[in-house]
């Protein structure tokens, strides 16, 4: 299973700022130490074209030239600077590479990413640019120009915070349908509406949670029983655990396990190709986000295995795959 990273482009950040910016370093170390079989690789910078499948020009522009006004930089939380610009690119890159190799391997995974707040010509809440939706649209004109067949896409975002960014990017594109679930009094106050919202009490528990989910994929794959997802980015985020300071839930860490191994399951039981970012996570105490984080991808690396059972360096051609290379190709 292979997996990117951008965490040696380090964020300069003021003393006291709550955005846990070691948490990405803290989260390959732990994968290196105890995850061998994950295959880390550099991410490298998405392109401004592959931006722009997405983003206005003009926003474009103002993060990599230093344009963003003072009320822009509040409103994603960071200063402007050339490492964030450069981080900023490498996040959607590393996002764009795990898809591809999700299409070819079956599950794929970005360290960071999932920065489902920014919106085609603003960012918020700590996300830049919206590496999910770049990496969707992208992946759709990959696969069309190789299978002349459009490639339907869903994102299941468990992040605590609603995914406003990802929702209004795709308000009115039926190819690719997005799911929130999130705490209903969390940020964002004003939320855009996805395709499934699915709105969680503050100190919502396992059970409740877990049900919830089990309903909201149950209406997922009801709504594609005719034409099912090509491929899912799953927003993985941690901050749901009862030891996120900003999350307002109580899910457990076997609670968060849980989540996890029923979406890669309902995923490869429907041989559907799957991204993996990680979202956020601001835990009192960090090393905790990152526990939660890990077993993320203890699970994902045991449903990758299932899939790749008898030679791991063989990949496993996803059913979706299989459908499109077998399809009929259209002349132009």
Aim: hydrophobic residues 40%; charged residues 20%.
């Amino acid at each position: 299973m292979r997996a990117y990273y951008a965490d040696h482009f380090v964020l300069p950040l003021p003393s006291g700022h709550r955005f846990p910016m070691q948490k990405y370093r803290l989260l390959r170390d732990a994968i290196l130490a105890e995850l061998p079989e994950v295959r880390l690789a550099q991410a490298e910078a998405a392109s401004e074209g592959e931006l722009a499948l997405v983003h206005t020009p003009s926003y474009i522009d103002a993060v990599l030239h230093g344009g963003l006004s003072a009320a822009q930089q509040r409103e994603i939380g960071f200063p402007w600077s050339p490492a964030m610009a450069e981080r900023a690119r490498r996040s959607v890159g590393a996002t764009v590479s795990a898809a591809r190799d999700a299409l070819r391997e079956g599950l794929a995974a970005n360290l960071a990413g999932g920065t489902h707040h920014a919106s085609a010509d603003t960012g918020s809440g700590f996300c830049v640019f919206n590496d999910l939706a770049v990496a969707a649209r992208l992946m759709q004109a990959e696969w069309f120009r190789k299978h002349r067949s459009v490639l339907r896409v869903a994102v299941i975002d468990l992040d605590v915070h609603q995914g406003n960014g990802t929702a209004a990017i795709f308000r009115d594109d039926p190819t690719v349908y997005t799911l929130s679930m999130h705490g209903a009094k969390n940020f964002p106050f004003r939320k855009v509406p996805s395709d499934l919202d699915v709105d969680l009490p503050d100190g919502c528990t396992d059970a409740p949670y877990l049900a919830a989910l089990d309903d909201a994929l149950a209406q997922l794959w009801q709504h594609h029983a005719d034409e099912p997802p090509g491929l899912v980015f799953f927003q993985a985020g941690a901050d749901p655990h009862e030891g996120d300071r900003l999350g307002r839930l109580k899910i457990t860490a076997a609670g968060m396990a849980e989540r996890d191994r029923r979406v890669f399951a309902a995923c490869r039981s429907r041989g559907i190709p799957v991204v993996l970012t990680m979202g956020g996570g601001y835990g009192h105490v960090i090393e905790d986000t990152v526990a939660v984080q890990l077993q993320t991808y203890r699970e994902a690396l045991a449903a990758w295995r299932a899939g790749h059972p008898d030679n791991p360096g063989k990949p496993e051609v996803p059913a979706m795959l299989h459908r499109a290379n077998n399809a009929p190709h259209h002349s132009n």
